[in-house]
């Protein structure tokens, strides 16, 4: 998930009216806080009333777009709150839950993809967790906690530290000092070194039934809630990305060509891929991956007689296409797919990409 593709009112009613002036600083840009998401309540409830045996390392896992990330940092909230409701949950009001909501607690370190840049603090994308940020956070977990109830550490997404990062992790995992706690967040815990998956206690971030996730986002101000829905296949945060205008006329154009693999223009299609600068590019490689995949999953689907699950508005051309698929080439193109998608966090040329999952796609037909 990123952590930037939706604005929680919480962070609009700018946090930082609530730490006093000297307190204030010019220094780097505050990474944006992710409020706790309502279908979040009961399972957040149940896991603190566990708070005394709260693990040092918890991995909390799950799809994308369902909100783990916000899950995390609620959880730290809630362990570094000073005075925390009866069921566990944070209070909200108290110094320690202020600065975090803010950004700048001193007991939290959050190591995400969102990076305060080195000369004018202001926030950029990285692709990797690198491992000098995690050598200050083993630093900083060893001096005392600041306001006295402990230090908590978020990585977001776990999986993007690099081996050397990792392997950084690794003592503090092994001896966490007193009073520590670790969140690390994925989705794809089969990418986190085994090392470090198996002294995590694991945490299934949970999943909003439909009626929750449509009403969630109609309140959010989605005209068409099913439909987004549909297409992130129920997650609820991605579904709200791909409500953007823009997004859903290019998903529209993607969906088009698709269903005239014949005339599928490869060259084209692809350059839809170049516009903006190098996080552009990123995030319209990533959704065209994800309607390639979503699309072969559908062919898939209907060709074994059942309804397309993530297109149901382009119902008719996956009937028309799904018999002129062979379904092993398919089923070995899905995975394909997949794989490249999971491999998005490394440096890759994305037009290039496009180009070999087009040529490929037109190949199946
Ligand atoms: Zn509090």
């Given at each position: 998930?990123?952590?930037a593709?939706?604005?929680?009112?919480?962070?609009?009613?700018?946090?930082?009216?609530?730490?006093?002036a000297?307190?204030?600083?010019?220094?780097?840009?505050?990474?944006?806080?992710l409020?706790?998401?309502?279908?979040?309540?009961?399972?957040?409830?149940?896991?603190?009333?566990?708070?005394?045996?709260?693990?040092?390392?918890?991995?909390?896992?799950?799809?994308?777009?369902?909100?783990?990330?916000?899950?995390?940092?609620?959880?730290?909230?809630?362990?570094?709150?000073?005075?925390?409701?009866?069921?566990?949950?944070?209070?909200g009001?108290?110094?320690?839950?202020?600065?975090?909501?803010?950004?700048?607690?001193?007991?939290?370190?959050?190591?995400?993809?969102?990076?305060p840049d080195?000369?004018?603090?202001?926030?950029?994308?990285?692709?990797?967790?690198?491992?000098?940020?995690?050598?200050?956070?083993?630093?900083?977990?060893?001096?005392?906690?600041?306001?006295?109830?402990?230090?908590?550490?978020?990585?977001?997404?776990?999986?993007?530290?690099?081996v050397?990062?990792?392997?950084?992790?690794?003592?503090?995992?092994?001896?966490?000092?007193?009073?520590?706690?670790?969140?690390?967040?994925?989705?794809?815990?089969?990418?986190?070194?085994?090392?470090?998956?198996?002294?995590?206690?694991?945490?299934?971030?949970?999943?909003?039934?439909?009626?929750?996730?449509?009403?969630?986002?109609?309140?959010?101000?989605?005209?068409?809630?099913?439909?987004?829905?549909?297409?992130a296949?129920?997650?609820?945060?991605?579904?709200?990305?791909?409500?953007?205008?823009?997004?859903?006329?290019?998903?529209?154009?993607?969906?088009?060509?698709?269903s005239?693999?014949?005339?599928?223009?490869?060259?084209?299609?692809?350059?839809r891929?170049?516009?903006?600068?190098?996080?552009?590019?990123?995030?319209?490689?990533?959704?065209?991956?994800?309607?390639?995949?979503?699309?072969?999953?559908?062919?898939?689907?209907?060709?074994?007689?059942?309804?397309?699950?993530?297109?149901?508005?382009?119902?008719?051309?996956l009937?028309?296409?799904?018999?002129?698929?062979?379904?092993?080439?398919?089923?070995?193109?899905?995975?394909?797919?997949?794989?490249?998608?999971?491999?998005?966090?490394?440096p890759?040329?994305?037009?290039?990409?496009?180009?070999?999952?087009?040529?490929?796609?037109?190949?199946?037909?």
């Amino acid at each position: 998930m990123c952590a930037a593709s939706w604005t929680p009112s919480s962070t609009r009613s700018n946090p930082r009216n609530h730490v006093s002036a000297d307190e204030r600083d010019d220094g780097p840009t505050a990474l944006p806080w992710l409020p706790l998401l309502p279908w979040q309540l009961e399972a957040t409830r149940s896991a603190l009333a566990q708070r005394a045996t709260w693990p040092h390392a918890l991995l909390v896992h799950g799809r994308r777009g369902i909100g783990k990330h916000a899950l995390a940092l609620n959880f730290a909230q809630a362990l570094l709150c000073e005075t925390p409701r009866p069921d566990g949950l944070a209070c909200g009001e108290c110094p320690s839950c202020r600065y975090a909501i803010a950004g700048q607690h001193p007991d939290l370190i959050r190591l995400e993809l969102l990076e305060p840049d080195a000369t004018d603090g202001a926030l950029t994308e990285v692709d990797t967790i690198a491992i000098d940020r995690v050598r200050t956070l083993t630093e900083s977990v060893q001096l005392t906690s600041h306001r006295g109830r402990a230090k908590v550490a978020v990585i977001a997404p776990a999986d993007r530290m690099n081996v050397a990062a990792a392997n950084a992790l690794l003592k503090t995992l092994e001896e966490p000092p007193a009073d520590t706690f670790l969140i690390l967040v994925t989705e794809q815990p089969g990418r986190v070194p085994a090392t470090i998956l198996s002294r995590c206690r694991q945490f299934a971030a949970p999943l909003p039934s439909a009626d929750d996730a449509r009403a969630w986002l109609a309140r959010t101000g989605v005209a068409a809630p099913e439909l987004v829905l549909a297409q992130a296949a129920g997650a609820p945060l991605a579904a709200l990305a791909l409500a953007d205008p823009d997004v859903q006329s290019e998903r529209r154009a993607w969906l088009t060509a698709l269903s005239r693999p014949a005339q599928l223009s490869v060259a084209a299609l692809a350059g839809r891929i170049e516009a903006g600068g190098r996080d552009e590019r990123k995030a319209r490689l990533a959704r065209a991956l994800d309607w390639l995949i979503a699309w072969s999953a559908d062919i898939a689907r209907v060709r074994a007689g059942d309804a397309a699950r993530q297109n149901p508005d382009a119902a008719e051309a996956l009937t028309r296409l799904a018999p002129q698929v062979a379904p092993i080439p398919l089923f070995r193109y899905h995975r394909l797919l997949l794989a490249q998608r999971a491999l998005l966090a490394h440096p890759l040329q994305p037009r290039l990409v496009v180009e070999a999952a087009l040529i490929d796609y037109k190949a199946l037909f």
